[in-house]
């Protein structure tokens, strides 16, 4: 048994998944795939945001809506 087949292994024995039929297994891990891909998108933007914010690339919008604004180069921006 190599590396990848132990991980395998014990990622099927740690979340219960070697019980399961191979269509209940495939179901949970696509959930699972769905989850982290939700996950790491949302924190790539949001790193994005926090770095562009702290380098002085963006500046937030004061009004009715509170969000992030980035600078246009077509126009001024309120201040």
Do not use: P
Not at 26 to 35: A, G, H, K, W
């Amino acid at each position: 048994m190599n590396w990848i087949q132990r991980k395998i292994y014990l990622y099927n024995v740690t979340f219960g998944l070697y019980m399961l039929d191979w269509w209940e297994r495939y179901l949970f891990n696509t959930l699972v795939i769905v989850l982290l891909w939700f996950m790491l998108y949302n924190t790539s933007r949001y790193v994005t945001t926090l770095c562009k914010s702290m380098f002085g690339e963006a500046h937030q919008f004061e009004g009715a809506k509170w969000a992030w604004q980035f600078d246009r180069t077509d126009r001024h921006h309120r201040t």
